[in-house]
């Protein structure tokens, strides 16, 4: 009987899960959207502002256009099954990206598990983008380091492995 042992500095870990809602310049859907947020992962939500002055679509430096919130460790761990049964526990290849990060959207919030519908948000969907780190990621927030080797990153392949095994996740082009 043979025993393999694993390198701990190689376990991916979920470092954050971010929950986004773009209003554009409707400030009753960003209104609704952080009543939305709010009621998902019962946090404070905060509104994004544009940066760039752009007068084809109206927007000004300053003005909010979206909102978001962002969960970490064991909130992050525990809303993850629920986001993904609310997208039948399928993503696309193409939800992955290079650094074995993952982003999808929810269509609808009321496929969210433990959510109800409620008549003053209406019908809103909203981006789930979760960011995969290992530990010795620290040394990318360091001032005097800002790179990782590439032995540290994660792929993709990796990525797609962590959500089949932790989270039952089926991977295809088809949803």
């Not at 905060?46 to 909102?67: E, S, Y």
């Not at 993952?102 to 519908?117: A, M, N, P, R, W």
């Not at 001032?143 to 089926?170: C, H, L, M, P």
Request: with cysteine.
């Amino acid at each position: 009987m043979t025993m393999e042992k694993t390198n701990p500095m190689r376990e991916i870990r979920i470092e954050k899960v971010t929950l986004n809602i773009g209003a554009g310049k409707n400030q009753d859907v960003l209104k609704k959207g952080l009543k939305l947020l709010k009621n998902i992962t019962n946090g404070v939500p905060v509104t994004t502002v544009t940066q760039k002055r752009l007068p084809a679509w109206g927007l000004r430096p300053g003005l909010p256009i979206g909102c978001k919130i962002t969960l970490r460790k064991k909130r992050a761990r525990e809303i993850m099954p629920r986001l993904l049964e609310a997208r039948t526990n399928t993503l696309k290849e193409d939800n992955f990206d290079q650094y074995g990060n993952v982003s999808f959207g929810i269509h609808e919030y009321i496929d969210i598990g433990g959510i109800k519908y409620d008549p003053e948000i209406g019908i809103i969907g909203l981006q789930v983008c979760v960011t995969l780190e290992r530990p010795g990621f620290r040394i990318k927030r360091r001032s005097d380091k800002k790179t990782i080797g590439k032995k540290q990153g994660i792929t993709r392949e990796e990525s797609i492995t962590y959500f089949k095994k932790q989270f039952n996740v089926r991977v295809g082009e088809e949803e």
